[in-house]
């Protein structure tokens, strides 16, 4: 088994300075290991275009991406073999008193989404410091479409729109973004931390759902706006992860009609129904526990369902009904 120092990974490497002499120097070495029969010299120095303004005139200027920092996939000691003809490349300890071999590096799959955008953008890309990025705040994300399909990172979402920036933290020391991601592309792998982003999508999401399942449940043609809102919620929230069992109950109740409008297949309708199911005993919210009863019994039509549901509504004050409960109540007297 290879010991720490023989191991190929994305070391990063620091230079004295931010100037365009690392990559040049680094593809000549490269072009001169290849005339020689050498192994070939992996790495990674993207540049971004800047503008620059000289004498009163503005012109593109080529910068390195990362300032002083570039990346070379090798070994420790080949590494530092490297170095005896280029001393101004420096391996980055892990801290202070960390082993001569204990070195930064960036992990393959890391590496690799830096290296899709870096292809996509034409070696030109935008970089955001990690505190600009706000990289504990946002929604992890994966890309399922476009020129950044399999990209995962952290979504920056722009006022207004579903769509956003996809930011991605590589080591805990950088950030880089994508340009703007059309919002069929970004599929939500978990929620941010303080789950308020969540309540606003599943809130926001409510009267679209139940507006379309009102129109099923009625035999009627839903709208190409309401199909075109289903549709987008479940493929990007289709699979994402939900740590609170209330909130996985109302996010179960709402895939379940989604895909009971979309018509999906039954064996697909039936696991998010047995889903719910298992839920319920767990949530001792009235009106959460209501909504979701309603829901099952108007995607599956098992009377056991709505009986629940009923005995849940009769105890309530109908004097003092929330805008919820109220909703509840006008669902469970339209459904057959």
């Known amino acids: 088994m290879p010991t720490q120092k023989q191991e190929k990974r994305w070391y990063i490497l620091r230079l004295p ?12 070495e490269s072009e001169r290991r290849s005339r020689i029969k050498m192994p070939p010299l992996e790495y990674f120095a993207p540049v971004f275009t800047d503008v620059d303004s000289v004498g009163g005139k503005s012109r593109p200027v080529t910068k390195p991406l990362y300032l002083n920092y570039v990346f070379m996939r090798s070994t420790v000691d080949a590494i530092n073999k490297f170095r005896t003809s280029y001393p101004h490349y420096n391996l980055i300890r892990r801290s202070r008193t960390a082993a001569s071999d204990d070195c930064l590096y960036v992990g393959d799959s890391e590496m690799r989404m830096m290296q899709v955008m870096a ?3 034409d070696n030109t890309m935008l970089c955001l410091s990690p505190d600009m990025a706000a990289l504990n705040k ?6 399922i479409g476009g020129d950044f399909a399999g990209v995962e990172g952290i979504l920056l979402t722009r006022q207004g729109r579903d769509g956003g920036r996809v930011v991605i933290n590589v080591c805990n020391q950088f950030a880089v973004s994508t340009l703007t991601i059309r919002p069929e592309f970004i599929k939500v792998i978990s929620f941010d931390k303080d789950g308020r982003h969540l309540y606003k999508k599943l809130d926001s999401y409510y009267p679209r759902i139940r507006r379309a399942m009102r129109r099923h449940v009625a035999m009627q043609a839903v709208t190409a706006a309401e199909r075109g809102a289903v549709e987008t919620f479940v493929a990007r929230f289709g699979t994402v992860e939900i740590p609170s069992e209330k909130i996985r109950g109302k996010y179960l109740a709402f895939m379940l009609m989604s895909h009971t409008v979309l018509g999906s297949h039954p064996d697909l309708r039936n696991y998010y129904a047995w889903q719910c199911s298992q839920l319920i005993p767990s949530i001792t919210n009235d009106t959460t526990r209501a909504f979701i009863l309603t829901a099952m019994y108007a995607c599956t039509r098992d009377a056991k369902y709505r009986h629940v549901a009923e005995d849940i509504v009769s105890r309530w004050d109908k004097s003092r009904l929330t805008p919820k409960q109220q909703d509840v109540v006008d669902d469970l007297a339209v459904l057959p």
């Open 17 to 28: 300075s931010a100037n365009n002499k690392a990559r040049d120097e680094l593809a000549a």
């Open 119 to 121: 292809r996509v953008l």
């Open 138 to 143: 946002g929604d992890r994300v994966r890309i």
